[in-house]
């Protein structure tokens, strides 16, 4: 797989594995993160896309939506899971983001969750902090004449450590169930 053998930059040198996404190849929703951290610990179970306690969140949200997370393609912009030491830079960025649009254009979701600032500003192409890109759908040209809504919301990571922000993150994600 292209992912697994990149070597684009230099995270490939640091990560613990490449996280190319998780979904069926047909989905309506295409979740976009940041990236995968292994946290303090060090330690990171295969096959997390967003983190242990993340991924648990994850679930739950959808669930409250009623969209079962085998139905959603999850990935992030940033395709190296590393150590928590490491904080990718915006080159590291630069380097992943043709994999991404190849995988939007590839999986042609109805519509795209962007989590956090790194996926909104990459996906979007805008510098707004995300306060201001929330809350609302954005428009997405994946490829010339194909257009796909995006609606921007806080990463799993942010909301555990600022839970006051659930109740943002609740009125778009049931903002996202009403598309």
């Known amino acids: 797989e292209e992912v697994v053998a990149c070597r684009a930059c230099d995270l490939h040198k640091q990560r613990i594995y490449p996280v190319v996404g998780r979904g069926p190849e047909k989905v309506r929703l295409m979740i976009v993160g940041d990236w995968l951290s292994a946290g303090e610990e060090g330690g990171l179970p295969p096959g997390q896309l967003f983190g242990v306690e993340q991924d648990r969140m994850l679930a739950r949200m959808l669930s409250a939506i009623n969209l079962p997370v085998e139905e959603v393609f999850i990935g992030n912009v940033i395709k190296c899971a590393v150590p928590a030491i490491v904080q990718p830079q915006a080159v590291h960025v630069q380097s992943c983001v043709s994999y991404l649009r190849r995988q939007i254009v590839a999986l042609a979701p109805e ?30 040209e994946a490829a010339p004449g194909v257009r796909i809504p995006v609606l921007v919301t806080y990463h799993p990571t942010y909301l555990l450590q600022n839970p006051e922000m659930k109740a943002a993150t609740w009125a778009d994600l049931q903002l996202l169930a009403r598309q």
């Open 111 to 140: 519509a795209i969750l962007a989590m956090g600032m790194v996926a909104a500003r990459v996906i979007l192409e805008k510098s707004q902090p995300l306060s201001r890109l929330r809350g609302r759908f954005h428009d997405f």
